[in-house]
């Protein structure tokens, strides 16, 4: 495949203004993005509140996305519980590089069943699939040698975002994945370690807040700089924890309205962060900062 996801991408947040998106918002965060260099885009993610948002509004994001990457790949999210939804999903959005599918939510299917929804899905996707594994969400995880038998079987299937949190599970795919299968950390605070066990990347959350230490980062990490990353991981780490005291993107949404980006608007279910979340925030910035 001509497309790689390698490096830094952000898990893009939707900004809301008003309760509708808001566009403007957006299309500046991409622009900071790129500007301060990250390596690729994923709109449509769990960071994004995707599943409250309308076809028409996922296809705007997507559009504004990819009218201001200036040349980074996008990956957007499509994934559902269901075939049908995803590959409707998959048709809305093809404008996009390559599709992230997550693990069907949800339904709690057998490795068996998931072997076969990913294959159906990538086989029938015009552009590369990404599986997401992120069992937090989703109830089920999707095991190494099912991730495996994929990256095997199905040409189509290029790559993994992994947020299980499972090491050792990761590990065992990096270890015995083909050749141009990418592994991608889905939490920030694995990343050092599993780029170090040879992982490709991250779709970082904290990137949204912090593009240019995360590029960086991930950068030292790529080039095996190994103390230079871990001082850098030590600087990061309270950051990486604390978008996580409050679901994602509870906290990275205080984080870019205390900074100016956008307001500190979600839809429901998610609301705002406590008080005592927007406190720590802001210390956690001033720290940074």
Known sequence: MSIVFKGCGTALVTPFKGGEVDYNAFAATVDWQVETGIDFLVPLGTTGETPTLSESEKLQVLEV?????QGRPVMAGVGSN???????NIRL????????????????PPQRGLYQYFKTIAE??????????????TGTNLEAETTL???????????IKEASGKLDQVRAIIKGRPEGFAVLSGNDDDT????????DGVISV????????MADFVKALREGRWDEAEKMNKRLSPLFNNLFVEPNPIPAKAAMAQLGLMENSLRLPLV???EETEKLIAQTLKDLF
């Open 82 to 88: 269901s075939v049908k939804a995803t590959l409707d």
């Open 149 to 159: 038998a994929l990256a095997r079987d199905v040409k189509n299937i290029i790559g």
């Open 124 to 137: 029938a996707a015009p552009k590369p699939v990404i599986l997401y594994n992120v069992p937090g969400r």
């Open 272 to 274: 705002k962060a406590t």
């Open 192 to 199: 050092f370690q599993l780029m170090k066990d040879g992982a």
């Open 206 to 213: 904290a990137s949204n807040v912090f593009p240019s230490a």
């Open 93 to 108: 959005l093809q404008d996009a590089d390559a599709f992230l599918v997550v693990v069907p939510f949800y339904n709690k």
């Open 65 to 69: 996305t990819r009218q201001h990457a």
